[in-house]
Nanobody
């Protein structure tokens, strides 16, 4: 059973940075896609980005985070990271990590319904 734990959220001022971590356990993740989504009250969970767990890192980002956020992984630690720079108030949300054995196809990995394993989420608040 996949177990995911996010950490690193907090309160930051506009323009600041945070690094989120997602520690994964419960199985080997070869062939998996690991992703980050975010959610605000009353809205659907929104795709942030995803990374392939095996081989060379294939990464795909939502358009709104390009150039500001960076996803990386440390296979030895079974941990995925989300480095967030130049944060804006509209980035305020609960950030969730997720994992699933799915093809790395943009239309699939950008949908929350493609993933069955989720962490508990970590709150990111950006003050103006």
């Amino acid at each position: 059973q996949v177990h995911l734990v996010e950490s690193g959220g907090g309160l930051v001022q506009t323009g600041g940075s945070l690094r989120l971590s997602c520690a994964a356990s419960g199985r080997t993740f070869s062939g998996y896609v690991m992703g980050w989504f975010r959610q605000t009250p009353g809205k659907e969970r929104e795709f942030v980005g995803a990374i392939s767990w095996s081989g060379g890192s294939i990464i795909y980002y939502a358009d709104f985070v390009k150039g500001r956020f960076t996803i990386s992984r440390d296979n030895a630690k079974n941990t995925m990271y989300l480095q967030m720079n130049s944060l804006k108030p509209e980035d305020t949300a609960i950030y969730y990590c997720t994992a699933e054995a799915v093809p790395f196809i943009k239309a699939i990995i950008s949908r929350p319904s493609s993933f069955s394993s989720w962490g508990q989420g970590t709150q990111v608040t950006v003050s103006s």
